[in-house]
């Protein structure tokens, strides 16, 4: 009887292992770049925390474009920019259904992570005074620090920085003690890309709403990993590439609260923004 079990749990586990393997060459089939042969080997990659390679679906869809609808968006009446923009539009009705936003207005593109925190650091502290703070953590990405650096500087702010446990976790708890007042926003990223630690980012942002602090969560990590529900976490702004989840290089997206997008300034002036 033990030896049959054992038999049988061997049979299942070979079929088990036969079903992955042919899972995951199916998988490995769609990203092209897989099939290279490097230092006489097949191609491996696990950087995707830096970048993830992309399927021919995405390859197809950029070539498609290039080959039938290339074109101006939102400045043209002829034929092209119209399809195109309609192409546009609907990538953005698809983010934001990703995402679940309230609405697709809420849907900002930009280049990465990295404009889409500069857009906020540069526009959102015009609002504020001299003496105000902005709260971020050690754990954080340059791109989550150096920006919010300049724009205190450059606006009279203070930047406060919650510091880790001695388990390299954030301490949630000096977070909370470092707001009072003048905190006018909270920047944290949901996963860090270097201790893999996920951060409870509700409970800082019920905790920070209770005081009427707007939350901004860097979700470059946990965008592709996690299901995010904008509505359900409340954040008023989230920020992640496209280039770590399949996407184009140089694509980017930014969640603002419409409440909070609507007060901000523009980050930057030129085309598609003049009406009459």
């Not at 990465?112 to 990405?141: C, Q, R, W, Y």
């Not at 989550?144 to 976790?169: D, F, M, Y």
């Not at 989230?238 to 901000?264: I, R």
């Amino acid at each position: 009887m033990d030896f049959y079990n054992v038999s049988t749990s061997g049979r299942h586990l070979n079929s088990y292992l036969c079903t992955m393997k042919h899972k995951l060459s199916d998988i490995r089939s769609q990203f092209p770049i897989l099939s290279r042969q490097v230092n006489g080997k097949p191609l491996v990659y696990f950087d995707n925390a830096a970048t993830t390679q992309h399927p021919v679906s995405v390859i197809e869809a950029e070539s498609r474009y290039y080959k039938e609808l290339n074109a101006n968006v939102h400045r043209g009446v002829h034929y092209l920019s119209t399809q195109a923009t309609i192409a546009f539009e609907e990538a953005r009705k698809t983010v934001q259904t990703f995402i679940n936003a309230a609405s697709e207005n809420e849907i900002i593109f930009t280049r990465g992570t990295t404009e889409s925190i500069n857009l906020v650091a540069s526009s959102f502290t015009t609002l504020m005074k001299p003496g105000d703070n902005v709260i971020i953590t050690t754990m954080e990405h340059h791109s989550n620090i150096v920006p919010w650096q300049l724009s205190c500087q450059r606006q009279g702010l203070e930047l406060r920085v919650a510091k880790l446990t001695h388990n390299e976790i954030l301490d949630v708890e000096h977070l909370k003690s470092l707001t009072d007042e003048k905190t006018k926003l909270i920047s944290v990223a949901h996963i860090s890309n270097v201790l893999g630690i996920i951060n409870p980012i509700k409970e800082i942002i019920d905790f920070a709403h209770a005081g009427n602090i707007p939350v901004l969560i860097d979700a470059a990590q946990s965008v592709a990993h996690q299901e995010i529900d904008v509505q359900s976490l409340d954040c008023d702004f989230l920020v992640f590439s496209g280039h770590k989840m399949y996407a184009p290089m140089g694509t980017g997206v930014l969640y603002g609260k419409e409440k909070w997008l609507d007060k901000m300034p523009p980050y930057q002036s030129g085309g598609e923004m003049i009406k009459n």
